[in-house]
C-alpha cells in the first residue's frame, strides 16, 4: 500500500503546508502484513500489531479506525484530542481478547507526530507520541535523530548500561516490548513537543525498517530522494534488501511553516501526558461533517 499526498493546514501562527508519502509492505518472510498507518493532516502514524496473523492485524487497523473517527481531518488538532485518541484505541484493542485463557492477546504499537496547538504560550506544535518500539526520527537535512524512545527490554537494559547500545541487535530479547496498545487497562503514553519553525522533516517507522537498516543508511536515503513518496519507497527496498524479516512501514512526512525560520538550535519538550486532563474529550467524535471528511473515499 503506498501513500502520497499535500495539504495546507491554517494555524494560529499562520498556513503549515504538509508533504507525506507512505509504503508499507509485508516483507520478505511474514505471510500477513500486521502493520497499518494513518496518514491524514493533521496526524501521521504508524502501528505494528501482534498477538497472530488475526489479532495482530485486527489491533493496528482498530488503532487507524480509532483516530479516524475522533480526529478532524484538515485542521489543528489538540494535545489532549491526541492522548484521548490513543487511550481509546487501547480499550478498542482490550476489547478485541475474549477472556479464554490461553488465547493470544491482541496488541499493536503506535507511534507518530501531530500538528496540535496546545495553546497559551505553546502555541503551535509537532506533538510526537510513542508506544511500544515503532519510532519517530526527526531529520534537518543533515542529522537524523531518534525523537521517541523505545518501550522494549533491551532499551531498559541499554538505559540501566547493562548492555552497549551496538550489541542490541543480536541481544535475544530484541523483539520484547514492554508497552503496548491493549496490554493494559491504561496505557502509558510518551509524548514531546516540538515548535514548528521553518522546514521540518520526520520519519516515522515499524521496527521492520529500524533493525533492518542502519540509521547512517536511512539518513543516506533522506539525503538524496527527491520527496517524501520516494523516500519512503527506497526505505522499504533497503530494508527488503537487508532481509526483510518482518513487516515494513514508512512514513515521511515535511512540513514548510511561511514566515518561520528554520531553527536548528530547536528543542522538543517532553510532555507530562498524566497531567493533562482527557476527561472531557472521552468516547467524543468530532463534528459529523469533519467525520465524514475523515473517511477515506
Not at 258 to 284: L, M, N, Q
Request: net charge negative; proline share 5%; glycine share 8%.
Amino acid at each position: 500500500m503506498a501513500v502520497n499526498g499535500e495539504r495546507e493546514l491554517a494555524t494560529a501562527h499562520g498556513p503549515v503546508r504538509v508533504r507525506y508519502g507512505a509504503m508499507t509492505h509485508v516483507g520478505a518472510v511474514r505471510r500477513v502484513n500486521e502493520d497499518d498507518l494513518f496518514a491524514r493532516p493533521p496526524v501521521f502514524l504508524v502501528a505494528d500489531g501482534m498477538g497472530g496473523h488475526a489479532r495482530g492485524d485486527a489491533a493496528s487497523r482498530t488503532v487507524v479506525e480509532t483516530f479516524t473517527a475522533h480526529i478532524a481531518s484538515d485542521e489543528t488538532s489538540t494535545p489532549e484530542r491526541i492522548l484521548d485518541a490513543i487511550a481509546t484505541a487501547n480499550r478498542a484493542v482490550r476489547a478485541l481478547t475474549p477472556g479464554d485463557e490461553g488465547v493470544a492477546m491482541a496488541g499493536t504499537t503506535v507511534s507518530g507526530v501531530a500538528l496540535v496547538d496546545a495553546g497559551g504560550a505553546s502555541g503551535v506544535n509537532w506533538m510526537a507520541f510513542n508506544v511500544g518500539d515503532s519510532r519517530v526520527y526527526s531529520w534537518n537535512g543533515r542529522t537524523l535523530e531518534q525523537v521517541t524512545v523505545d518501550h522494549s527490554a533491551v532499551q531498559e537494559l541499554i538505559d540501566s548500561g547493562l548492555l552497549p547500545a551496538e550489541e542490541a541487535e543480536a541481544h535475544p530479547d530484541r523483539n520484547v516490548i514492554t508497552r503496548a496498545i491493549g496490554a493494559d487497562e491504561s496505557v502509558e503514553i510518551d509524548a514531546w513537543l516540538i515548535p514548528v519553525a521553518g522546514r521540518q522533516s520526520y520519519l516515522i517507522c515499524s521496527d521492520g525498517l529500524s533493525k533492518e537498516v542502519p540509521d547512517a543508511e536511512m539518513a543516506d536515503v533522506l539525503a538524496t530522494a527527491p520527496g517524501p513518496h520516494e523516500v519512503a519507497q527506497r526505505l522499504v527496498d533497503a530494508a527488503l534488501a537487508h532481509g526483510g524479516s518482518d513487516n515494513i512501514t514508512v512514513l515521511v512526512v515535511e512540513s514548510h511553516a511561511e514566515g518561520e525560520e528554520d531553527d536548528p538550535e530547536a528543542t522538543r519538550d517532553r510532555v507530562d501526558t498524566s497531567a493533562i486532563d482527557i476527561s472531557r474529550f472521552e468516547d467524543t467524535r468530532p463534528r459529523e461533517e469533519d467525520r465524514r471528511a475523515s473517511l477515506p473515499a
